[in-house]
Structures are given as structure tokens and as C-alpha cells.
């Protein structure tokens, strides 16, 4: 039964890695023509320039994929700690688009907003009001998603929803200003796509340093570590625990633990002991995936 647990929440966490990336990939696609669409026979740049951030989220939901399908794959002889590690690579690869998005927002923003331009349609608007709640559901689904799967991939994908969500609304509020205030406010959108790079740019930041850290090992687990230490200590024959590490690869954790027992019992009682400690971790905590442990001797002279 220990056993069986964990790789039923591995084909779950497939499954809902899988089902993420094709709702992410379809969306985007049928987005970005939307956006196109209205922003040529609405006048808007700004909706023209939110379809170019869209036409990219296409080709980095296909990255996505591929890589995610790339990152489930077990370990091997060549990679005994699975091929996790592609994850942030993809993060980074997801935030170069995000980049060079808000690079091209930006420089067809400040060119518009030196060109004579006609007033956007009314109508837009009501586009833009549909793709703001269809966005941000986007994100609440998908992030949703990722509580089940803990991939800094998936989490990069979920604010990708959440910056177009943002850049629309921006959108949304140029627009309105120069329907409302008129001739001399027909450049609203293009400074509304403007600030909208601004925040993309900011959204990349943040989606960026958390894949930084996962690259380097850095120790940002200690909700998982305290309840590692619970578990250990409901295990019988562990009196505590010392060192616990945690590496993460991908939507999987390696544990290298230090478990203190009774110094007095034999090397096999040991052995026994932290083949036990292991299963029930791994149990307990189906994400992950290997766990080192390292047995201490208690001895209560050294207390």
C-alpha cells in the first residue's frame, strides 16, 4: 500500500501538468486572434500589441509542453535525479518571451503615440471586458493546478494569464479615457500599452527569481521541512532529527535527512530503521521523490 500511494499521485500530477499546458496552449491561440482581429477593425494598438504578447504565450505554451512532457520522464542511468531540472531552463526561456514581448509593446507604443491615429471603437471594449475575466479565470484555474503539481513552469504559465489579464486592463482604460475625453486623447491606448510593458516586465522579475533559486538549491522548503520533522518523530525508534535538506527538481523533492536513534542498537536495527522513516516520508508526502537518510546515535552525555 506505501508503495502503490505515490505513483497514483504521480499520474495525477501528469495528468494535471498535461491538462494545463493544453488549456494554456488553445487559450492563447484563440486570444491572440481575437485580439488581432479587434485591434485592426477597432483601431486599438493597444489590443494590437496585447495580440503580440498572446501570439508569443502560443509559442511558449508549446515549449511548455514539450518540456513538461520532457521533465515527467523517470530517472535514468544518465539523470538518477530524473529530468526535473529542465523546469526552471523553461522558466527562463518563458521570461525571455515575456521580455522581448514588452520590448516590442514598448517601441510600437512610443511609435504610435508620435503618429497620427484614429479614435479606437466603442466596441472594443466590450472585447477587452471579456478577455480580462477570461484571463483571470485562466490564472485561477491554473494556478489552482499547480497546488496539486508545485512546478515553477506551471506557476511562470499561471502569471503569463495574469499579465495579459493586466495588459488588457490597461488596455481597457485607455481606451476608455480617450472614447470619453475625445479628439486629443486618441493616444491613450498606446500609453496604456506602454505602462502595460512596464508591468510584463515587472511579472518577469517575479517569475524569474523563483526559478533562480530552485537552479542554485537555494533553502526556500521550510514549511516542508518542519512538517518532515513531524513526521519523523511519529515514527518509531526516531528519538529526533539533526541536518534536513531539500533539493528540488522539477515538481519533485530529494530529501537528505539526518535522524537521530537509540545509540545502542545494532547496524541492521539502523538500517531497518531508516528504510521505515523513508517509506513513511514518502507516503506522507507524495512529491517526494528520494530521501537520504543519515542515522545519528543518541547518546546522553552529549545532551
Known amino acids: 500500500m506505501i508503495n502503490n500511494r505515490p505513483e497514483m499521485n504521480i499520474m495525477k500530477k501528469e495528468k494535471a501538468i498535461l491538462s494545463a499546458t493544453y488549456y494554456s496552449f488553445f487559450g492563447n491561440i484563440i486570444l491572440a486572434i481575437i485580439k488581432a482581429l479587434s ?23 508549446l515549449m511548455v509542453y514539450f518540456g513538461m512532457k520532457y521533465s515527467i520522464k523517470p530517472a535514468d ?31 510600437e507604443s512610443v511609435y504610435n503615440i508620435q503618429s497620427s491615429q484614429e ?34 513552469v506551471i506557476k511562470a504559465d499561471a502569471w503569463h494569464h495574469r499579465s495579459d489579464a493586466l495588459t488588457s486592463f490597461s488596455a481597457f482604460i485607455g481606451i476608455s479615457i480617450a472614447i470619453i475625453f475625445g479628439k486629443g486623447f486618441e493616444t491613450a491606448d498606446d500609453w496604456a500599452a506602454l505602462f502595460s510593458s512596464g ?28 512538517k518532515i ?14 541536518k534536513c535538506y531539500i533539493r528540488k527538481s522539477g515538481h519533485q523533492f530529494y530529501v537528505d535527512l539526518h535522524a537521530i536513534v537509540d545509540g545502542k542498537i545494532s547496524v541492521k ?17 507524495p512529491s517526494i521523490q528520494n530521501v537520504l537518510i543519515h542515522i545519528e546515535p543518541y547518546n546522553e552525555k552529549d545532551q
Open 39 to 61: 485591434g485592426y477593425f477597432g483601431n486599438s494598438h493597444a489590443l494590437i500589441a496585447d495580440s503580440i504578447e498572446s501570439t508569443s504565450d502560443v509559442f511558449s505554451s
Open 269 to 285: 536495527n539502523g538500517h531497518r530503521l531508516s528504510h521505515k522513516l523513508k517509506d513513511v516520508l514518502k507516503f506522507h508526502i
Open 199 to 226: 508591468i510584463i516586465l515587472y511579472n518577469s522579475y517575479l517569475i524569474f527569481r523563483p526559478a533562480l533559486g530552485e537552479l542554485m538549491d537555494e533553502s526556500l522548503h521550510n514549511d516542508l521541512i518542519h
Open 77 to 107: 542511468k544518465n539523470h538518477p535525479y530524473g529530468h526535473g531540472r529542465i523546469e526552471p531552463l523553461l522558466t527562463f526561456l518563458i521570461v525571455a518571451f515575456l521580455v522581448v514581448s514588452a520590448t516590442i509593446i514598448s517601441y
Open 229 to 242: 520533522r513531524e513526521i519523523s518523530l511519529n515514527v518509531d525508534g526516531i528519538i529526533g532529527t539533526e
Open 119 to 152: 479614435m479606437p471603437e466603442t466596441w472594443t471594449l466590450f472585447i477587452l471586458g471579456g478577455i480580462i475575466i477570461w484571463k483571470e479565470l485562466s490564472y485561477q484555474i491554473i494556478i489552482r493546478k499547480n497546488k496539486k503539481i508545485n512546478s515553477s
